[in-house]
């Protein structure tokens, strides 16, 4: 199962798993269907290639629950990932949320020292925490390092978690400013997963560690469904992904405590490198085509921002997984 743990596919509030927890394509009349089978069975765990596509081995609830963007676990190389270009999609099934942490800080390095003391394997009991990813780029507001830690966690511990990165209420944030570690914007997202591109719904994506992903927020100006995903989901969008070498996708909408507010737009893109991810994320930041036309025609509003990220860690408890599991079973 450690080899297949993935990106805890949080949160679809029609299981009862608990009460809480770019954009990259022209608009198009006609709407891709989602694909019906939300699991997906291989002969090995490791999993095979089936008419191109990858496809995993392990039922998704148990091990999705580690994912972060967070993130899931079958093993599998990026050429073969990669050998065939992502399309269509298929609904998260629900039970987790996550989070998307960031800020800058002078030496990641000696941010990370501070954070494996204070965070442990997965935080404080009470947030029950399944998965943590750490994420490492280039400081965009000082001339330090840009970080970001996803948090996978059941969609009940929300309320929990969000009043703890408060950084208002909190003074442990201040006290952080103060100590050096954190600088640049505090930035907070809580996130309800709602489709994965690449990976199947039950399953999420396979460990990140040595990978990269990039994260995009943005006001959505327009339905998220059937408008948004089916512009997000199409032959454009596909071509798009495909040349800036996205592995998959996870489109959510924010929950409460998130700094863009609530029901807006997250998106998270795979990438087999660093410097595949920096490319889309530029492209975005700098609205090159398409996106220059998907924010002139109020697809997307204010404030949009897209950051890139090389994956140091990604760690999964499997224990607790199993647990939260059997238990709602």
């Not at 224990?319 to 709602?328: E, L, T, V």
């Given at each position: 199962?450690?080899?297949?743990?993935?990106?805890?596919?949080?949160s679809n509030r029609n299981?009862?798993?608990?009460?809480?927890?770019?954009?990259?394509?022209?608009?198009?009349?006609?709407?891709?269907?989602?694909?019906?089978?939300?699991?997906?069975?291989?002969?090995?765990?490791?999993?095979?290639?089936?008419?191109?596509?990858?496809?995993?081995?392990?039922?998704?609830?148990?091990?999705?629950?580690a994912g972060t963007l967070?993130?899931?676990?079958?093993?599998?190389?990026?050429?073969?990932?990669?050998?065939?270009?992502?399309?269509?999609?298929?609904?998260?099934?629900?039970?987790?949320?996550?989070?998307?942490?960031?800020?800058?800080?002078?030496?990641?390095?000696?941010?990370?020292?501070?954070?494996?003391?204070?965070?442990?394997?997965?935080?404080?009991?009470?947030?029950?925490?399944?998965?943590?990813?750490?994420?490492?780029?280039?400081?965009?507001?000082?001339?330090?390092?840009?970080?970001?830690?996803?948090?996978?966690?059941?969609?009940?511990?929300?309320?929990?978690?969000?009043?703890?990165?408060?950084?208002?209420?909190?003074?442990?944030?201040?006290?952080?400013?103060?100590?050096?570690?954190?600088?640049g914007t505090f930035h907070?997202?809580?996130?309800?997963?709602?489709?994965?591109?690449?990976?199947?719904?039950?399953?999420?994506?396979?460990?990140?560690?040595?990978?990269?992903?990039?994260?995009?927020?943005?006001?959505?100006?327009?339905?998220?469904?059937?408008?948004?995903?089916?512009?997000?989901?199409?032959?454009?969008?596909?071509?798009?992904?495909?040349?800036?070498?996205?592995?998959?996708?996870?489109?959510?909408?924010?929950?409460?405590?998130?700094?863009?507010?609530?029901?807006?737009?997250?998106?998270?893109?795979?990438?087999?490198?660093?410097?595949?991810?920096?490319?889309?994320?530029?492209?975005?930041?700098?609205?090159?085509?398409?996106?220059?036309?998907?924010?002139?025609?109020?697809?997307?509003?204010?404030?949009?921002?897209?950051?890139?990220?090389?994956?140091?860690?990604?760690?999964?408890?499997?224990?607790?997984?199993?647990?939260?599991?059997?238990?709602?079973?």
């Amino acid at each position: 199962m450690l080899a297949q743990a993935r990106i805890v596919s949080d949160s679809n509030r029609n299981r009862n798993y608990g009460s809480a927890p770019k954009l990259a394509s022209r608009l198009q009349a006609r709407v891709p269907q989602p694909r019906v089978n939300t699991r997906r069975v291989t002969r090995a765990a490791l999993g095979k290639e089936t008419e191109g596509a990858k496809e995993w081995a392990v039922d998704r609830r148990t091990l999705m629950a580690a994912g972060t963007l967070a993130v899931t676990m079958p093993i599998v190389t990026e050429r073969s990932a990669a050998n065939a270009m992502v399309t269509g999609y298929e609904k998260d099934v629900g039970g987790f949320s996550f989070a998307v942490l960031q800020h800058e800080t002078p030496k990641f390095n000696d941010w990370y020292k501070v954070f494996n003391e204070k965070w442990g394997k997965q935080g404080p009991p009470d947030f029950g925490v399944v998965r943590t990813l750490v994420g490492k780029g280039k400081g965009v507001e000082t001339d330090g390092d840009s970080l970001c830690v996803v948090i996978v966690f059941p969609n009940d511990k929300l309320s929990t978690i969000a009043p703890f990165y408060d950084q208002k209420k909190n003074p442990l944030w201040a006290e952080a400013r103060e100590a050096g570690w954190l600088t640049g914007t505090f930035h907070q997202s809580y996130v309800e997963p709602k489709i994965w591109r690449g990976y199947p719904g039950d399953e999420g994506p396979p460990p990140l560690k040595g990978k990269a992903f990039g994260v995009y927020s943005a006001k959505l100006g327009i339905p998220l469904d059937p408008d948004f995903i089916g512009s997000f989901t199409s032959p454009d969008s596909d071509k798009l992904h495909d040349a800036n070498g996205v592995l998959g996708s996870v489109v959510g909408t924010t929950l409460k405590g998130s700094d863009i507010g609530t029901k807006d737009l997250s998106v998270t893109h795979f990438h087999g490198s660093y410097k595949k991810a920096c490319g889309l994320v530029d492209q975005f930041n700098s609205r090159s085509p398409p996106f220059d036309g998907i924010v002139a025609a109020g697809v997307l509003k204010e404030p949009i921002e897209g950051m890139a990220y090389e994956v140091v860690a990604d760690t999964i408890d499997l224990d607790a997984i199993q647990k939260i599991m059997a238990a709602s079973a």
